[in-house]
């Protein structure tokens, strides 16, 4: 590990360097090398030419993803399973069209909170800014798709690209700033005090093996870009580590606008989907428990909590599983509420996040070594000629090299 020179070189020259007694005395009562000592033992030491914890330099494994989209795959086989059991109609068309639909809309959400996830940077205004965008269309559906959904797309879009400009300038939380956007958009959707019927005609069912394909097709190349290591350590740059109020520099703050904006337009997206299959009239409400539904979606694929991991196929199969279980509690009248879901889904999400963040890194296969605690008996072999190399010793150091009661610990 690269050291500071300051703190691990012998002052005095010649005289310091074969007085170890000396060195330890400056080290026991200098504050600041003591501070920055104590600092350089805490930090996981690893192998390579910029030995830096697996942790920090955005080294992942994948294996533990590709397990558990095993897992999720299963699981929706068998949500399948017991849905055809309870209507086998309900896997045939005209059926499957509203239910690929629905897949489609909740893959837009799940999309979007994986991808801040992905940034460090999550969207908690997703659930609101889909049911401001369902009652958009549903109130101006009857000028048209193009002329209830653009503008619905711009709003979105210029309000992700300010709380992203927000994100990135202050280095504030992304959460926190999202949910101040997402209560500013229950304010516009509770001035509607009554359910508004749709407008339009429009019926996206027609397409829906077209949008529910988009869907899939967006989640596997995004998974499949985030396998790759740069794409994946250039997105998550937001990722917490050290200090997390430090700012990361302008390269950081790409991404977040990236992640930002893009995950408005799909919040944008699935509002309209929902809105244009729906039955009945759209409800104003807070549009929180789709925040809380998406984002415990894309944490159960496999997304990290804490920004950057993420798996190949597991939006894809979450999405899937979830629009099944859904169709088949909504056929058997289980009446679960919406938020209920969320909250469960949530606590799995946070689970497997756990375990993303157990597993998925290198550094959890041993190859960091913790300094956290003294040396053996054995003291380390410190060269003058290269303060910044630390070789075990091959053999114990004499007694008189020991430096003994110092702040290694090491006695004789």
């Given at each position: 590990?690269?050291?500071?020179?300051?703190?691990?070189?012998?002052?005095?020259?010649?005289?310091?360097?074969?007085?170890?007694?000396?060195?330890?005395?400056?080290?026991?009562?200098?504050?600041?090398?003591?501070?920055?000592?104590?600092?350089?033992?805490?930090?996981?030491?690893?192998?390579?030419?910029f030995?830096a914890a697996?942790?920090?330099?955005?080294?992942?494994?994948?294996?533990i993803?590709?397990?558990?989209?095993?897992?999720?795959?299963?699981?929706?086989?068998?949500?399948?399973?017991?849905?055809?059991?309870?209507?086998?109609?309900?896997?045939?068309?005209p059926?499957?069209?509203?239910?690929?639909?629905?897949?489609?809309?909740i893959?837009?959400?799940t999309?979007?909170?994986g991808?801040?996830?992905?940034?460090?940077?999550?969207?908690?205004a997703?659930?609101?800014?889909a049911?401001?965008?369902?009652?958009?269309y549903?109130?101006?559906?009857?000028?048209?798709?193009?002329?209830?959904?653009?503008?619905?797309?711009?709003?979105?879009?210029?309000?992700?690209?300010?709380?992203?400009?927000?994100?990135?300038v202050?280095?504030v939380?992304?959460?926190?700033?999202?949910?101040?956007?997402?209560?500013g958009?229950?304010?516009?959707?509770?001035?509607?005090?009554?359910?508004?019927?749709?407008?339009?005609?429009?019926?996206?069912?027609?397409?829906?093996?077209?949008?529910?394909?988009?869907?899939?097709?967006?989640a596997?190349?995004?998974?499949?870009?985030g396998?790759?290591?740069?794409?994946?350590?250039?997105?998550g740059?937001?990722?917490?580590?050290?200090?997390?109020?430090?700012?990361?520099?302008?390269?950081?703050?790409?991404?977040?606008?990236?992640?930002m904006?893009?995950?408005?337009v799909?919040a944008?997206?699935a509002g309209?989907?929902?809105?244009?299959?729906?039955?009945?009239?759209?409800?104003?409400?807070?549009?929180?428990?789709?925040?809380?539904?998406?984002?415990?979606?894309a944490?159960?694929a496999?997304?990290?909590?804490?920004?950057?991991r993420?798996?190949?196929?597991?939006?894809?199969?979450a999405?899937?599983?979830?629009?099944?279980?859904?169709?088949?509690?909504?056929?058997?009248?289980?009446?679960?509420?919406?938020?209920?879901?969320?909250?469960?889904l949530?606590?799995?999400?946070?689970?497997?996040?756990?375990?993303?963040?157990?597993?998925?890194?290198?550094?959890?296969g041993?190859?960091?070594?913790e300094?956290?605690?003294?040396?053996?008996?054995?003291?380390?072999?410190?060269?003058?000629a290269?303060?910044?190399?630390?070789?075990?010793?091959?053999?114990?150091?004499?007694?008189?090299d020991?430096?003994?009661?110092g702040?290694?610990?090491?006695?004789?």
């Amino acid at each position: 590990m690269a050291y500071d020179e300051t703190t691990f070189r012998r002052p005095g020259g010649d005289q310091a360097a074969n007085d170890p007694a000396a060195y330890r005395r400056r080290v026991q009562y200098d504050d600041t090398a003591g501070s920055t000592l104590d600092q350089s033992l805490s930090a996981p030491v690893t192998a390579g030419p910029f030995p830096a914890a697996a942790e920090e330099d955005g080294r992942d494994r994948l294996g533990i993803h590709l397990g558990w989209e095993v897992v999720l795959l299963v699981a929706a086989g068998v949500l399948g399973f017991f849905l055809f059991r309870e209507d086998s109609g309900a896997l045939q068309r005209p059926a499957l069209d509203s239910l690929l639909v629905t897949g489609a809309a909740i893959g837009l959400l799940t999309l979007g909170a994986g991808l801040s996830l992905r940034a460090g940077a999550p969207n908690l205004a997703i659930g609101p800014v889909a049911l401001a965008a369902a009652l958009q269309y549903a109130e101006n559906s009857d000028k048209g798709v193009l002329q209830a959904l653009v503008p619905a797309l711009i709003i979105g879009a210029a309000g992700g690209l300010v709380a992203g400009l927000l994100v990135a300038v202050l280095h504030v939380p992304g959460w926190a700033v999202s949910l101040g956007a997402g209560l500013g958009v229950i304010v516009f959707i509770q001035l509607r005090v009554e359910p508004i019927v749709v407008q339009g005609d429009w019926d996206p069912t027609g397409k829906a093996f077209l949008l529910f394909g988009g869907f899939a097709i967006l989640a596997v190349l995004g998974g499949g870009l985030g396998a790759i290591g740069p794409v994946r350590r250039f997105f998550g740059r937001l990722r917490p580590a050290g200090d997390p109020a430090r700012r990361r520099g302008t390269a950081a703050a790409v991404p977040v606008l990236v992640a930002m904006v893009l995950s408005t337009v799909f919040a944008v997206g699935a509002g309209v989907l929902f809105a244009a299959q729906s039955a009945g009239p759209i409800v104003p409400g807070t549009g929180l428990e789709w925040t809380g539904i998406a984002m415990g979606l894309a944490m159960l694929a496999g997304t990290s909590a804490y920004g950057r991991r993420g798996g190949i196929f597991g939006t894809l199969f979450a999405v899937t599983a979830l629009t099944l279980f859904l169709d088949y509690e909504n056929r058997r009248e289980l009446d679960i509420a919406l938020f209920a879901i969320a909250a469960s889904l949530v606590v799995a999400g946070l689970i497997i996040t756990r375990l993303v963040e157990t597993y998925g890194s290198l550094g959890s296969g041993g190859t960091a070594v913790e300094w956290n605690a003294a040396p053996s008996s054995a003291a380390a072999n410190w060269s003058p000629a290269s303060p910044e190399t630390w070789n075990a010793p091959a053999t114990p150091a004499a007694p008189s090299d020991r430096w003994d009661d110092g702040p290694w610990g090491a006695t004789r």
